[in-house]
């Protein structure tokens, strides 16, 4: 039986209207790794989230945009991209009852600056020349 690994889902706006989304790579690795994805809806609701987490074995939490400066208390970067309150708010929740739970968790790129909110650390939010180095 493939051990169940939560993942995690961004917010899009398009026409108008909010979409979740996930690039499809992340669910394509898991099940190359053996693993079965279950995808976890931006809720917000801690119930339902604390159901989602109680039936993995482990979570991933994928990357996107910028987590809000504000979920580790500081102003915005000039060049920050901020995520959707929506998933930044639920993510945070998932990443205390991941955490809380003690079932493995691996943070892909803002999934690491995610784990580092949840447990009380600061990001730097903007490195120079970083840009130079994306996609490679």
Do not use: W
């Not at 108008?16 to 394509?28: E, S």
């Not at 901020?82 to 943070?107: C, F, H, K, N, Q």
């Amino acid at each position: 039986m493939r051990p169940i690994i939560g993942i995690n889902m961004d917010v899009a706006e398009a026409d108008g209207r909010q979409r979740l989304t996930l690039a499809a790579d992340y669910v394509d690795a898991v099940v190359e790794s053996g693993g079965q994805p279950r995808l976890i809806a931006c809720l917000g609701l801690e119930s339902l989230l604390r159901e989602d987490v109680g039936g993995v074995d482990a979570f991933l939490f994928v990357g996107g945009a910028d987590y809000p400066s504000s979920l580790y208390g500081e102003a915005p970067h000039e060049k920050a991209k901020p995520m959707s309150g929506r998933r930044a708010e639920t993510d945070l929740l998932l990443a205390r009852l991941v955490l809380e739970r003690g079932i493995p968790a691996l943070g892909i790129c803002g999934g690491c600056q995610l784990l580092s909110i949840a447990t009380g650390g600061k990001l730097v939010q903007h490195l120079r020349h970083a840009e130079a180095h994306a996609g490679r």
